[in-house]
């Protein structure tokens, strides 16, 4: 693909696997039989890549498959949906990776996660610095940060982007205080920092939403941070201010993947110059409307079909 990439996403492409229950799962020893499962490609960089497609951006992804039926899968699905996947390595003796979540029937779930291949090395910086030339963002998952080698590739990849003028986001996911390497690494390089109110807790040490995100704006030193609050919409910290966006209110059919779509919705606002407070508003909107559907793909082919269901709710997306 020769069209340059807006984006670029370092994140896993796993295979999800669902199983939608209908009381709290529990590892009882016992066989169950459920009336409902779904299958469908899924991992935060797969999910945030597909996203960003659908909403016309241009996206490259950076990732790891194995050389298996799965993998073949999956980098199909990118194919389809226009994603650029010379960066996604394929470890032929190595095992795609699989989630397998049970979704309870308010929505929430509870995931297991084999990473498989993208256990791997699979960012390698050298080949990336000229695809990240022609790019505006740089989107960097913190699940990165369970492999041995992760630390180094998502400080690595900050660098080079800081060096390039390339804005960078990161989502710390489980990103703790506990790994103090990472974030003294990524501090004045990151632009955007995305996490849920339990993660910030983990990460700061503190139970006050405003204590805890100065608290990471000391550690970081990042234009803004958007924290994800579920029903309760997401809070923006920038320049001292504590600002709150609203949710959407929809009925949730299944929540997996609605914090990569928050993030996807997001970046797009940020690249397309919009304020933080609209790309936040944009981010709560791709985050309800995922949350209508199964799976983490269920996402919206372009900003007419995201109004057309959310219209009611709020103000349509802008473009």
Request: charged letters at 25%; a neutral charge.
């Amino acid at each position: 693909m020769s069209q340059a990439c807006e984006v670029v996403v370092i994140g896993d492409l796993l295979l999800d696997i669902l199983f939608y229950i209908d009381r709290r799962a529990k590892i009882d020893g016992l066989s169950h039989v459920i009336s409902r499962a779904f299958i469908s490609p899924g991992g935060v960089g797969g999910n945030i890549s597909t996203a960003l497609s659908r909403l016309g951006v241009k996206t490259c992804l950076v990732s790891a498959v194995g050389g298996d039926a799965i993998g073949r899968y999956l980098l199909e699905d990118l194919e389809n949906e226009g994603i650029d996947s010379r960066h996604v390595k394929i470890f032929r003796d190595k095992h795609s990776g699989v989630t397998v979540a049970f979704v309870e029937p308010d929505g929430s779930r509870t995931l297991f996660s084999y990473r498989g291949a993208c256990e791997e090395r699979y960012a390698d910086l050298d080949s990336l610095a000229e695809t990240l030339k022609g790019s505006k963002f740089l989107f960097i998952s913190g699940y990165l940060a369970h492999s041995p080698w992760g630390e180094e590739a998502m400080i690595g990849a900050a660098e080079l982007a800081y060096k390039l003028g390339v804005e960078v986001g990161v989502d710390l996911h489980e990103i703790s205080g506990e790994k103090p390497g990472i974030l003294e690494g990524l501090r004045g390089k990151v632009s955007y920092v995305f996490l849920n109110v339990e993660e910030l807790r983990g990460v700061s040490g503190e139970r006050n939403l405003s204590k805890a995100t100065k608290k990471l704006d000391e550690m970081l030193k990042p234009r803004a941070i958007f924290v994800k609050r579920g029903e309760k919409g997401s809070t923006i910290s920038y320049s001292d201010k504590l600002i709150n966006i609203p949710a959407y209110r929809v009925k949730a059919i299944d929540t997996t993947g609605c914090g990569d779509a928050f993030d996807a919705g997001v970046i797009y606002g940020i690249i397309r110059q919009q304020s933080l407070e609209e790309a936040a508003r944009l981010g709560n909107m791709m985050g309800a409307y995922k949350a209508t559907g199964l799976g983490a793909r269920h996402l919206p082919r372009g900003l007419e079909e995201l109004n057309a269901l959310l219209h009611k709710a709020g103000t349509p997306a802008k473009g």
